[in-house]
């Protein structure tokens, strides 16, 4: 018999080794735990601890325990139902199924005659060690998921997908999916591990844990239940100015000199530039992030020359130390740095034998932050690149490696979240109040520490772009509303290159319409370094050029007049920041998010809503000049550029010239675009 125990909201049940808790977590939500330890870790994760959420997400879960050794506990729109066996159910507020447990091992029930002894939950030992948890739940016909974080795939909907729960360069986990049946499920768990939305299951499973860990929420509508996650997972702050317009950057501009000279051609040409990038290895050795002295003399005067611009200056930071930097001993002698269980203590041998900073130590964040501070920031640099925050250990043998909360088998995926909230913290307690720093991964609820998401090292090809497109919804769908792709993709392509000028017009038009206006790129040929060494170090070259006058006559008035148009439209852009700072709102969007109601636009993969009032349509295959676009119903969409107005609920066919990207504008909408 089950021993069930009711307190302060709560409800737990004891059987045998298992104890399931669950209680109200914020609105219309409720968090699930389960472990085979005497209690729970006591770990938030991703959530914002109990302690630190705003009054008005306290809730108290309505609790019933019944005779027969069955329980419900519900929170508004919310119910979970314990059946006698222990297996659990949800329901929305109008008492309709929204998923189950997958369960398979009793002969005796009504609902299923199997002896397969398969369980829903499921915490099985690892011999010498901890737990191996999977949770199995009811597959439902017609239903759509969406959300999970960025992968290499062209997919939006995730039904019928497996996917890996780590971080690698070009994929983040972000563990929340928002289902067309009315609920969002968050797992709420950082080891490593897979999902798999199959036809006859869906199936959580991490290798290494030691609870399991979710929550789930309820929802009529894909805003209620996006608000209600953010809500208890934290929003982004507010976007600096600097954030709102366009980023320069390429790789990488070698010296002091090539940096200025970039900033200053933007202001001679009046081109729009609010911010430009000191890409990786400006620095003397990885882990003491300062500017070298020889290419880099004066980073006083550097950032007052682009201030008096209206330029701010982003800088790469690397969360690698070379084992001949003058910080190595002092951080292997605090514990600041991984470990590694067996074998050669090595995380990335690549310009240099190297361990990547352990955040989950506080002090490890504090230290790093300390230098960044006083090389950075003192000297007036408020934007940091935080790269290879993966981390992009090499290999990705994840059973090898170590950190002070544990082995990375059970918390890799929170190490980008920690890692940027070293500089958050640290930019915070300077009082700098709009925080964005560019990371490359991102975990569910590292938005509230100030991160834009980006893609990673991707390919110079449509089909990259296209895969961004997926890689960008499915981050804002996962509660990651700043998100940034390499326009041109990073890997490749030549400025001289037709058919890759054609590329990069494509990319900077769709680029123009994200929620952060990036150009970046290892552009070819590549430009060898200034001296192969300096003081024994191996220096590192650079790309061809990158700014917007290097693609060609025919480019260059298309990427001028897209940089103006967004320009133009920052009044707009600040405004749809203001909603994800303040209910986290995606600023790009699947078209289900503003039309629920409309059945086609939970299958349109190739448009989005870039804010309430504009849909975005971009060209994503070369050669094309027309594209159909679909409208969705219960709007009057008009054509940006030609002013043609449609009634909603169709397709049209759009003329799409190289200068043009389809773009309609919602009921009588007036911005200035065309």
Request: glycine share 10%; aromatic share 12%.
């Amino acid at each position: 018999m089950a021993i069930y125990k009711a307190e302060g909201g709560r409800l737990t049940r004891r059987y045998d080794s298992e104890l399931l808790v669950l209680e109200a977590w914020g609105e219309n939500s409720l968090r699930v735990r389960a472990t085979r330890r005497k209690e729970l870790t006591g770990n938030d994760w991703a959530l914002i601890p109990r302690d630190e959420r705003p009054s008005a997400l306290a809730s108290v879960a309505e609790i019933q325990i019944a005779e027969d050794g069955s329980a419900r506990v519900a929170n508004g729109d919310i119910e979970a139902r314990i059946n006698r066996e222990g297996w659990l159910s949800f329901y929305n507020g109008r008492g309709e199924l929204l998923f189950e447990e997958y369960w398979r091992n009793r002969a005796d029930l009504s609902r299923y005659t199997s002896t397969l002894n398969l369980p829903g939950r499921e915490l099985k030992p690892i011999l010498g060690g901890d737990w191996r948890i999977t949770l199995r739940l009811e597959a439902r016909e017609g239903e759509r998921i969406f959300g999970l974080g960025q992968y290499a795939e062209p997919f939006l909907d995730k039904k019928g997908s497996v996917l890996e729960l780590a971080h690698r360069n070009m994929q983040s986990s972000v563990p929340f999916a928002l289902s067309s049946l009315g609920y969002g499920f968050l797992w709420n768990n950082p080891a490593v591990g897979r999902v798999s939305f199959a036809r006859n299951l869906t199936e959580w499973a991490v290798e290494d844990s030691l609870e399991l860990d979710y929550w789930v929420t309820a929802g009529d509508t894909p805003a209620r239940i996006e608000e209600q996650y953010a809500a208890v997972t934290g929003t982004v702050p507010m976007m600096p100015d600097y954030g709102l317009g366009f980023i320069q950057s390429k790789l990488r501009y070698r010296t002091q000199g090539e940096l200025l000279e970039a900033a200053r051609e933007y202001r001679r040409r009046g081109l729009p530039l609010d911010m430009i990038v000191a890409d990786f290895f400006h620095w003397t050795l990885q882990g003491e992030w300062s500017f070298d002295p020889v290419d880099w003399p004066d980073v006083d005067l550097m950032v007052a020359e682009l201030r008096s611009l209206g330029v701010e200056l982003m800088v790469s930071i690397w969360p690698t130390v070379d084992s001949r930097g003058k910080y190595y001993q002092e951080m292997i002698e605090k514990g600041y740095l991984v470990q590694v269980d067996r074998g050669y203590r090595l995380n990335m041998n690549w310009m240099g034998e190297t361990l990547f900073i352990d955040p989950t130590d506080a002090g490890a964040r504090e230290f790093v932050w300390s230098k960044a501070k006083e090389h950075y920031f003192d000297k007036g640099i408020r934007a940091f690149w935080l790269d290879e925050a993966e981390p992009e250990f090499s290999p990705y043998d994840f059973d090898v490696y170590r950190y002070r909360m544990g082995p990375a088998l059970q918390v890799t995926n929170v190490y980008p979240l920690l890692y940027a909230r070293a500089f958050f913290d640290g930019q915070r307690a300077e009082g700098q109040e709009e925080i964005l720093n560019l990371v490359r991964a991102a975990w569910a609820g590292s938005q509230r520490y100030g991160v834009l998401a980006w893609s990673g090292d991707i390919n110079s090809s449509f089909r990259s772009m296209r895969e961004q497109l997926a890689a960008g919804l499915s981050m804002a769908i996962a509660g990651i509303p700043w998100w940034t792709t390499d326009i041109g993709g990073f890997i490749g392509g030549d400025p001289a290159d037709p058919g890759f000028r054609e590329l990069m017009v494509r990319w900077f038009q769709w680029g123009a319409f994200c929620p952060v206006f990036r150009l970046h790129g290892e552009r070819l040929p590549p430009k060898p370094p200034l001296v192969e060494y300096r003081d024994g170090i191996r220096q590192f070259g650079s790309g061809a050029d990158n700014e917007v006058w290097w693609y060609g006559d025919e480019a260059y008035p298309i990427l001028e007049r897209y940089l103006r148009m967004r320009e133009r439209l920052k009044p707009y852009i600040k405004l749809q920041m203001l909603a994800a700072h303040e209910r986290g709102t995606p600023v790009m969007r699947p078209l289900f998010y503003d039309f629920p109601e409309d059945a086609l636009a939970w299958e349109i993969e190739d448009e989005y809503m870039f804010g309430p009032q504009i849909l975005v349509a971009p060209i994503l295959s070369e050669g094309r000049r027309e594209r159909e676009v679909y409208l969705p119903s219960g709007a009057r969409w008009k054509d940006a550029f030609t002013g043609l107005s449609h009634e909603g609920g169709r397709r049209v066919a759009v003329p799409a010239p190289l200068e043009v990207i389809p773009l309609f504008l919602r009921d009588g909408a007036e911005l200035p675009i065309g």
